[in-house]
């Protein structure tokens, strides 16, 4: 551990348990508001409480010209793919499920680098990734056919917000964004979940009377914490650690979100989720690492 930053580690911790408890608390969200208009009401104020700290911190918010096409192309995939398909996707799946299916986002990132970056897969890299789909097939056939089917429309939501996560990074690496960090986490999280709070209003027709003090407890953790807090971690803990060290200690994620299920909603945890989250990080582990 010689020359990594302890602060770093507890930023990044913070962020990993941050993003981790953020699986179940939105599945029992999902009692009492639907998913489009909880995530997306969230993600705007938290926009808005992150521009204030941008600019309490001397960030600039302005956006230079020619970068605005790909801040919203980026934005709407990385921030409002995987808020939307995500927040579908519990609708069918465990918060556990959703959890363990969102560690495939390195997959796709990898896949997806080879025809837009010219980065090639090594063999090394293409097996641990076959494991880590491998630990996914595992989740997705565990229960069996009809199970499986009945969830069929949770797993595609989930592995759609997953790959829309994976394009945006590609896109972000192939056309960079010149902006300081927060500032952008600002933009981002605005813009993609702007589009995504009116349909959910729209379309959802939520009612405030419909949300308990757990249901504004839950609200007031996915602004403040999720998408706040855990973003400020986030560039902290960017600023002081290895992109490497921080990718894969993002994998805490996961088993927080998958504990946590168990915990908090006495979701199962059983030979079959352990299993597919041990396989899935593993896989997705080895391809960081190589």
Known sequence: MFGISPLGLTFLAVTSVGW?????????????????????????????ALAL??????????????????????SMLTIGGWVAFMGL????LNASEAAVLGISI??????????????????????SLAVA???ITVLIGGNGLEASLEKLPGLLFALAGAVCVALGTVLTKHFPLAMPPLSLAAWQIGIGCLPIAIVGLAV???????????GWASMLYMTLIQFCLC??????????????????????VPVIGVLAAGAMLHEPLGVREITALVVTLGGVTMALRS
């Open 106 to 127: 390195p997959v796709w990132v990898a896949l997806l680098a080879w025809p837009i970056l010219g980065e090639r897969l090594s063999p090394a890299r293409a097996i």
């Open 231 to 252: 973003y400020v971690c986030w560039f902290a803990a960017l600023e002081r650690l290895p992109a490497a060290t921080a990718s894969i200690g993002t994998l805490l």
């Open 53 to 74: 700290f941008a600019l309490a911190r001397r960030q600039s918010l302005a956006v230079p010209r020619p970068m605005w096409s790909r801040l919203l192309l980026v």
């Open 204 to 214: 959802e027709q939520p009612h405030v009377a419909a949300l308990s003090a757990v």
């Open 20 to 48: 981790g408890l953020n699986f179940p608390i939105m599945k029992n969200l999902l009692s009492e508001w639907p998913p489009l208009s909880s995530r997306g009401l969230c993600g705007i104020i938290g926009a808005a």
């Open 133 to 135: 789909l491998a630990g």
């Open 89 to 92: 996707a519990l609708l069918w």
